[in-house]
């Protein structure tokens, strides 16, 4: 066995303008560094309370059962199918990407049917053809990923609702990449159950998965004929925990609820609505840089862009790596490559919760043209900072003629 000194731990400091985790606020790094209590101690109790409190609000929701999962937002996507699937059941997941694909592949794993409508990677998936998948059939849930990771799309939620409504079943939403960053009313719109992850437009520690169960969700849990096939993912008795008695499931992770608290306390503070629009505003300044710099963008149709991940194409020559590599080592950003069929195709910019913020576009778009430069595209000196500057005067104008 060889052994060396192991050193204090350092990490460096980087801006994280990845699909997430995204960078986080000096609050959430002192809250995550304040004592530990108890998880059943009284004062806990309280903590849980605010928790759920904050969660509701951002979920937009009454929803009695509304928690944060001790999991990474892949939990998430497993608790949902797990709860509601079982044997004689059918599913219709909506894929356009890596993640609503996890979504078919973990349905997969219970007894359930499951069918996937699909979309190229780089648009949404047409309603209509969920619609004709499910004709004549008996459908128990319909599955969809509001924004699409992979591929930096987003899909509109209530053609999605209409259509599960019309074959009866329930609405499945996984909002990992979009909640606290783009328009969502889970009461408003009917969402049956909805999920989440932390570490991306909250901008909380990764490991945890938010989610909230409608009342009618509760009752087709309450009518299973068969045990739920995992224990740690069965909703109902991890909400005698989440619930009014408090009784303890397992041990949460306490650290991580209390970032969560206070990343939630600043979205709050910020206001859903100002955070929509923030999201949108940077994005669209992000989006003028890239093509003012001759770069093309994957999602071709701007309305079906997630406003928090953009999905550049590669350019013809050059290489991903190095230029991932050299944003890293000259200028400690990070961004990310493409997933399955896109890898190598595409980069991910990120601007997430905290990473979506005017300095960090303009000085992305000044380190990529750098880079660029370096790995041989050419590019107009400073166009990509300067038409990111007029998107953001643009945007100014219009919200000054709004108000
Ligand atoms: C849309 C979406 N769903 C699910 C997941 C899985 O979340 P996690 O990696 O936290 O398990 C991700 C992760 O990037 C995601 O973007």
């Known amino acids: 066995m060889t052994t060396h000194p192991i050193g204090e731990l350092n990490p460096p400091h980087r801006l994280m303008l ?81 993640f609503s694909d996890r979504m078919a592949v973990i349905a997969d794993h219970t007894p359930a049917k499951v069918t996937k409508v699909e979309a190229p990677y ?36 209530d053609t999605f609702r209409k259509v599960a409504d019309e074959l009866g079943a329930l609405l499945i939403v996984d909002t990992v990449a979009s909640l606290a960053a783009v328009p969502l009313h889970v009461d408003r719109q009917r969402i049956d159950i909805c999920f989440s992850g932390t570490q991306k437009a909250i901008s909380a520690p990764p490991g945890m998965s938010p989610i909230t169960v409608s009342p009618k969700a509760e009752e087709v849990f309450r009518n299973r004929k068969t045990k739920v096939q995992s224990w740690y993912f069965d909703l109902t008795t991890a909400m005698n925990y989440w619930g009014k008695d408090r009784l303890y499931h397992h041990t949460p992770p306490i650290s991580l609820i209390f970032a969560l608290r206070e990343a939630m306390r600043i979205v709050i503070e910020e206001g859903l609505e100002n955070r929509w629009d923030r999201h949108r505003t940077n994005q669209l300044a992000l989006v003028a840089g890239l093509e003012a710099m001759g770069l093309e963008l994957l999602v071709k149709n701007p309305a079906d862009r997630l406003p928090t991940v953009t999905a550049v194409v590669i350019p013809s020559g050059i290489d991903d790596v190095k230029v991932r590599d050299q944003l890293l080592d000259e200028f400690n950003i990070e961004i990310a490559g493409g997933l399955g069929p896109l890898k190598g195709r595409i980069w991910r910019v990120g601007l997430m919760g905290h990473c979506s913020q005017k300095p960090y576009v303009l000085l992305f778009l000044a380190a990529l043209e750098k880079t660029l430069l370096d790995q041989g595209f050419r590019v107009p000196s400073g166009v990509g900072v300067g038409a990111a500057i007029q998107s953001y005067t643009h945007a100014n104008t219009a919200a000054a003629m709004s108000r």
């Not at 004709?132 to 992979?150: F, P």
């Open 18 to 98: 990845t699909p997430g985790p995204s960078s986080m606020d000096p609050r959430v790094y002192r809250a995550l560094a304040t004592p530990l209590v108890g998880h059943i101690d009284p004062w806990f109790r309280g903590c849980m309370d605010d928790v759920q409190v904050l969660l509701r609000q951002i979920f937009q929701t009454e929803n009695r059962v509304t928690m944060p999962l001790s999991a990474s937002g892949s939990g998430g996507i497993e608790a949902s199918v797990v709860n509601t699937l079982e044997e004689g059941d059918e599913a219709i997941i909506a894929v356009n990407g890596t």
């Open 122 to 157: 780089g648009k949404a998936v047409d309603a209509d053809d969920v619609r004709r998948a499910g004709k004549g059939k008996k459908i128990k849930i319909v599955g969809l990923a509001h924004g699409e990771t992979s591929s930096g799309v987003v899909t509109d939620i």
